[in-house]
């Protein structure tokens, strides 16, 4: 079957990086939270720090990178084909159907995946940056008048919501990956090759 190339090599690099990179900050970030001991708070917190730092850089140069080449067209959001994608994930994948919406390098995500990458760019990953970077200089600010109009405790929320909200879109994330391919792991495999096949298995399932 004929293939076509959908990923770049950087967002292979980009995918793969940045996943790794957040499975060690949710890991580190849950125990420092206390919900498990393994390599002790001073280290968990020492680990969660430097790679929090690299995910921030490679975050700005994804977004450099985006912007310059023009792949942020791909993260959008559009209304148009949003319901029968909301369909397809709701019934049509237990019931054999054909994906309404087919991958291409034009057009790398369906509409509720854009909608999905959209809020996790424009509200979690902010909340992400903006609550972390507030919690590591808290000493900076602690004694000033900051500190009278945004107690401590404010961000640390904010922070632990948004990395629940992130754990719950790698969930999901995970999930959908996993079950809307033909075969199973062909998501995966074209985020390991950068091509994929479901571009030409949807004209044929159109024509």
Excluded: C
């Excluded at 507030?134 to 600010?141: C, G, P």
């Amino acid at each position: 079957m004929k293939q076509a190339r959908i990923f770049s090599p950087f967002e292979i690099f980009w995918h793969w990086a940045q996943s790794a990179l957040i499975f060690g900050l949710l890991l580190s970030g849950l125990e420092m939270n206390g919900l498990y001991q393994l390599l002790g708070f001073e280290y968990a917190f020492n680990t969660h720090i430097v790679l929090a730092g690299l995910l921030i850089a490679l975050w700005a140069f994804a977004i450099f990178w985006h912007v310059t080449t023009g792949e942020w067209r791909n993260y959008m959001p559009t209304g148009t084909g949003l319901l029968p994608m909301l369909a397809y994930y709701a019934y049509g994948i237990f019931s054999g159907e054909s994906k309404p919406s087919a991958k291409t390098a034009a057009s790398k995500h369906n509409p509720l995946q854009r909608l999905a990458y959209f809020a996790f760019k424009a509200a979690i990953a902010p909340a992400l940056w903006l609550s972390g970077l507030l919690l590591l200089t808290y000493n900076l600010w602690r004694d000033t008048w900051i500190n009278q109009w945004l107690p401590l405790s404010a961000p640390a929320a904010v922070h632990v919501a948004a990395a629940l909200a992130l754990l719950v879109f790698l969930i999901i994330h995970i999930y959908l990956a996993s079950t809307t391919g033909t075969p199973w792991y062909a998501y995966l495999r074209s985020m390991v090759t950068g091509y994929s096949n479901e571009r030409y298995e949807g004209e044929k399932n159109r024509s």
